[in-house]
């Protein structure tokens, strides 16, 4: 029996065994180029109550890949939320038109109740600034293919830069990462730092890492550098945010002299953090990380229903 | 029970005894614990064999329900629960730790789904932490804020 067998939902990275995030990173290797109709009839229910690109597009098209059909919004206003339904109430009634529904919510730890609501399979597409699993498996996926090590036992040193304080990416990561030999260094403004939940959660497994304020000489030591956003709203003041904004931006010239095999990844969207000088240079690979979002969620649907009907 | 005790917090006749609260607890436990009618003593930084610096709370008339017993527990697991009758101990113990606590606490994230949809809190508890299973936040035990149901 697959050590899947029992996943019914993804809602956490959290709820996922090491054995497990390896077994679904096999299974989204399986489904790179498979566009048979095995979710022929199946029909997913995308209810996106916030903004997103990447995520619904990726869903609605691994859905249509594998035979399957979508139906959804992508705009909380147009539901019945904007007419004061609970989301339990508006789980309930779509339980019952598709047989998959994937959910981004605005509010922390809606997805779990999507999940308690529901009787069909529930994908957490993002809720508020707590998890966005199914990134962090696109993440681990795009690192193994690029890092085949990760997978067999030996050491990779992660950068991890940005937003490190609230980024949700950034937490489901590092948590799906310390299940594997890894080495952090966590690269960001002081105020925007790691937690210091998570710096204890890594010292309590023996993870090493180190916190820096800048991309400093020991680039060549990193394997993967992971990028992401900083947002200006987290800074009250604007002078400040400038500031802060020209120093964690990378450009061709910064990576002149990285390890060989080096790549960036950023979960997306960019907006000053790398420059586009970057995009042709071979350790680009952000862009093949958004589209390993295909494979890793054409697993993911073909899991949860195939679990669903056992 | 020291002299030191006897000296600083009044005996009741009847109620519940909490004994063995750590210190920095002891507040908030009375204002998780009590409301505006109890009649309830107080003693911080008490010394006793195994703790120089102990709390204890004396609730007059009253014994706790099972669901402040679990309240306490989350706060203070290795407290002390004594039920006095005509000033004698009648029974004693530890409140049992739920392992998870259900409606008994409000999330300290106001982003949480639980703070703004009628969702029923769910915490996992620890002895400095107490864990949000919805919104996946911890906080620290100190920070802990009761569910008041609405009367």
Request: glycine share 4%; with cysteine; charged share 25%.
């Amino acid at each position: 029996m697959s050590c899947l067998s029992g996943v019914r939902n993804i809602i956490s990275i959290n709820d996922f065994t090491r054995d497990q995030i390896i077994e679904v990173l096999k299974l989204s290797a399986q489904m790179e180029n498979n566009r048979d109709d095995c979710l022929k009839n199946k029909c997913l229910a995308t209810l996106f109550f916030e903004p997103s690109t990447r995520t619904r597009l990726s869903f609605e098209a691994s859905m249509m890949q594998l035979g399957g059909s979508t139906l959804g919004f992508a705009d909380a206003m147009v539901s019945s939320a904007k007419k004061g339904e609970t989301l339990y109430d508006t789980i309930k009634v779509i339980t019952q038109y598709v047989d998959i529904i994937v959910i981004r919510h605005n509010l922390e730890g809606a997805a779990r109740v999507a999940a308690e609501a529901s009787t069909v399979p529930v994908i957490n597409g993002g809720d508020g600034a707590n998890q966005h699993p199914t990134q962090t498996f696109i993440d681990l996926y795009t690192i193994s293919k690029t890092h085949s090590e990760l997978l067999e036992g030996k050491k990779l040193k992660i950068a991890l830069m940005g937003d490190l304080r609230y980024g949700r990416t950034i937490h489901s990561l590092l948590i799906a990462l310390s299940f594997f030999n890894v080495e952090f260094k966590f690269i960001s403004p002081p105020s925007l730092r790691l937690a210091e939940t998570y710096q204890d959660f890594l010292k309590s497994k023996n993870i090493k890492f180190d916190i820096s304020e800048s991309l400093d000489d020991d680039i060549n030591s990193i394997d993967v550098l992971y990028v992401t956003r900083i947002q200006e709203e987290r800074f009250p003041d604007p002078v400040e945010f400038s500031r802060v904004k020209g120093s964690y931006k990378i450009t061709a010239s910064l990576l002149s002299n990285v390890k060989k095999g080096f790549k960036i990844l950023h979960p997306l969207p960019r907006v000053f953090e790398i420059d586009r000088s970057v995009d042709e240079l071979e350790a680009t690979a952000f862009f093949e990380q958004a589209g390993n979002g295909i494979p890793v969620r054409k697993a993911l649907l073909h899991l949860l229903l195939n679990n669903h009907e056992l | 029970m020291n002299s030191k005790e006897k000296l600083v917090v009044e005996a009741i006749q009847n109620g519940t005894v909490i004994d063995h609260l750590p210190a920095t607890r002891t507040l908030l436990a009375v204002e998780l614990l009590t409301d505006e009618n109890d009649c309830f003593f107080i003693g911080v930084n008490l010394s006793s064999k195994s703790n120089p610096n102990k709390g204890i709370i004396k609730i007059q008339d009253k014994i706790l329900s099972k669901r402040e017993t679990e309240i306490l527990a989350s706060l203070a697991p290795m407290s002390t629960v004594n039920i006095i009758e005509d000033y004698k101990i009648i029974s004693k113990g530890h409140p049992q730790i739920p392992e998870e606590a259900i409606g008994l606490f409000v999330c300290r994230n106001d982003n949480c789904i639980t703070n703004n949809e009628p969702v029923t809190t769910r915490f996992k508890l620890n002895n400095k932490e107490h864990y949000c299973c919805y919104c996946e936040r911890s906080f620290p035990i100190e920070r802990l804020k009761i569910n008041r149901p609405s009367l």
